[in-house]
């Protein structure tokens, strides 16, 4: 089973960039698919972006879009998220996870990592 381990949370000002990493224990290319997702102070978990193995599918949360890029190295086994012209709304703890396959709408996943935070101040 793999492990994710995420890094590079933070405090930033609103607008500022911040990039997420995400460690996996084993090879990235067993997982096809990766992704973030996020969770607000008394929200439910929500999708941010995805990828798959070769980099040519990358779904984006419309909230997102033009600001976030996600991005993989399967030969490092890491997943990044740089993440600019940050808001407050962004503000969350950020998840990374692995699965399979891509499986929209929500592009639920099975594996997760602890999470890292992300604090945007206005």
């Known amino acids: 089973q793999v492990q994710l381990v995420e890094s590079g949370g933070g405090l930033v000002q609103a607008g500022g960039s911040l990039r997420l990493a995400c460690a996996a224990s084993?090879?990235?290319?067993?997982?096809?698919?990766m992704g973030w997702f996020r969770q607000a102070p008394g929200k439910e978990r929500e999708f941010v972006a995805a990828i798959n193995w070769s980099g040519s599918l990358t779904p984006y949360a419309d909230s997102v879009k033009g600001r976030f890029t996600i991005s993989r190295d399967n030969a490092k086994n890491m997943v990044y998220l740089q993440m600019n012209s940050l808001k407050p709304e962004d503000t969350a703890v950020y998840y990374c996870?692995?699965?399979?396959?891509?499986?929209?709408?929500?592009?639920?996943?099975?594996?997760w990592g602890k999470g890292t935070l992300v604090t945007v101040s206005s």
């Open positions: 996870a692995a699965d399979t396959a891509l499986r929209p709408p929500d592009y639920g996943m099975n594996y």
């Open positions: 084993l090879r990235t290319s067993r997982y096809s698919v």
